[in-house]
Structures are given as C-alpha cells and as structure tokens.
C-alpha cells in the first residue's frame, strides 16, 4: 500500500501541459473525486483551461497494480484503457471530453474541460430544467446501447479479437457476487450473519438466468456524477474506462441506484427489447454487494474522505439485507 502520496504540481505538469496545448501552464487545480487516477484541471498562460488524467501508484488508492484486460471489471489504470474507451465512444458517436493529447511516458492524457458542471449539480439545483438534460442524456444512451460487439468485455480487448476469461457476462457477475459477500463479511458482521443465505440466493438467481448473445456496449459506472455538461448544457460521459461490451441489465441496475427519482428518464433509452428480469434480479443483489465489499476495502487505505465511502457501503448494506429477506 502506498503511505505517502505525491500529488502533481505546476513545475510537474507543465512539460504536458506545453506538448498537448503549445501554451505556458499558468496553475494547477487537483480536482476531487477520483480514486484510480489524478484529475487535474490546467489553467494556460492564454485564460483557456484543459484537465489532465494521469495514471500512477499515487493516484489509486485501490493500490491495486497491474490490471489484467481479460477481466471486464479489471481496473481502468492506464491511458490505453481510456484512449480505447474514447476512439470506441468517438466512433459510436456518443459525447465525451475530447481526447487533445496523450503522453506514453507520464502515462497520461490531456481532454477538453467541460466547464458547465455535473448532471448530479445541475439536477440538485435546478431538477426542472435538469429534465432538458435528463432527456438529452437518454438520447446518448440510445445511442450507446445500439451498439453491440462480437463477444464480452472490455471494448480494448474485444475490438482487438480477444476474449474475457469468464465464459458469460452472467458468469462473471455471479463470481465476482460471491467473492464480494465473502470480502464484505469479513469486514461486517451483518453480511457475516447472513453470508450463507446470501450465496445461496446468488446462486438460485444465478440459476433463473438464460444465455444469451447480445453484448451491448455500455458504460458500466453512469451516475450523475459521472456526466459533464458542455457550455450548452449538452451531457458528456466521463470516467470512461469501465466501457465494455456487456449485459446491457447490468447498466440500467446501476441506473437505478445512482440516479433514482430520475431514473425514469433514462429507462427506455437504446431498449429494442424489454429488460431481462431474471438478470436484473441477479445484477441487483450483485450490484449492491459490489458497493458494500469495495468501499469497505477501500476505508481500510488512506482514501481522503472515508466517512463518504463509509455512507455508500451502509446504504447498499441496507438494501443487501432488504433483498436478501424476500
């Protein structure tokens, strides 16, 4: 585990700052939030801004190391990672930062700095005209979610012919379900009290769900948080590295959770066919146990603002024990 963590400065960034823009880096702003990469907003010499996101040790508190890409929900900790999510979702024609500048050896990129704000801001201060942009969003989602690949996984891996090592996207989420209840257990003694109970229920919702061969692209992490407005209001997606080819029911269950009263804005968006209700089931359980298991791992580090990842895990705590009682 990293103990001592070196954030960027001025005299750090402004060799990137000169090769993605031409202009003098004038200051550096460490924006909040990320816990994979540093997210730094680049004030140039000419009073333009631009964000750079940069890979490190010092930056993932996960501390997680070398991720392996045969994995969907291995960790986003490279600009190869990213620059393939960008070019996949520049392609599709779904809106996200630019992409102005990657360097190889910092391991990092410089994009376009979205200046008007979160949906998550926008939709606390304003939910009325945040429906505008509630509806705009949807529009990309459809967009998204017309889009399919020849298999599951990461959009890097599966557009370059490779295969994920589980055998379906159901597989996967069923697997790494019970990995999390027993990490989660060890950590809670409520998840403890119902640990058996709760795999017994993965594996019986597990059971409920048919194959199938459609892998639609989709984001993977969509909360409000994670879509910038332009300066016309228009959402673009950020945190882009979870993008993959995948059950397109895993997508609209995190939907659910992140954006709830809202959701029904988005529930129609890119659907030719109805959600499989069996997979929801299933992504529902897993999903919360997700967020109970990984912000109680991370607490555990020197991620800045435990008592937020402390809130998260007892809120999908709650609802874990809520679903596992019916």
Excluded: C
């Amino acid at each position: 585990m990293t103990t001592t963590r070196r954030h960027l400065t001025r005299d750090d960034l402004a060799p990137l700052a000169r090769a993605a823009t031409g202009r003098t880096l004038a200051a550096v702003t460490r924006l909040r939030g990320g816990t994979k990469k540093g997210v730094y907003r680049l004030a140039l010499d000419d009073d333009t801004t631009v964000v750079a996101y940069v890979w490190s040790p010092d930056e993932d508190y996960w501390d997680a190391g070398p991720s392996d890409l045969r994995d969907p929900f291995s960790a986003g900790t490279s600009r190869e990672v990213f620059t393939a999510a960008h070019d996949r979702l520049a392609t599709a024609g779904v809106r996200t930062p630019r992409l102005l500048y990657a360097d190889t050896a910092m391991d990092a990129v410089v994009v376009e700095d979205m200046r008007g704000g979160s949906l998550e801001e926008f939709l606390e201060r304003d939910p009325v005209a945040g429906r505008v942009a509630l509806e705009q969003l949807a529009a990309e989602l459809a967009t998204l979610h017309a889009q399919e690949g020849p298999a599951f996984g990461k959009v890097g891996l599966v557009d370059n012919g490779g295969t994920s090592t589980a055998s379906s996207a159901a597989r996967r989420i069923t697997e790494g379900a019970l990995r999390h209840i027993e990490q989660a257990a060890v950590r809670d003694e409520r998840i403890a009290g119902v640990r058996e109970e709760l795999e017994e229920t993965v594996r019986r919702l597990a059971a409920a769900v048919r194959p199938r061969d459609r892998h639609t692209l989709i984001h993977g992490e969509l909360g409000a948080d994670h879509v910038l407005l332009d300066d016309r209001g228009r959402p673009a997606l950020i945190d882009i590295e979870g993008l993959m080819y995948f059950d397109v029911e895993w997508e609209h269950v995190f939907l659910r959770i992140r954006f709830g009263p809202h959701y029904d804005a988005l529930r129609g968006a890119g659907l030719s066919v109805d959600l499989d209700e069996d997979r929801m089931r299933l992504y529902r359980l897993a999903m919360h146990v997700s967020l109970v298991a990984g912000p109680l791992r991370l607490v555990e580090g020197d991620f800045p603002n435990p008592e937020w990842m402390r809130e998260i895990a007892e809120s999908n705590l709650v609802r874990v024990l809520e679903l596992v009682s019916r």
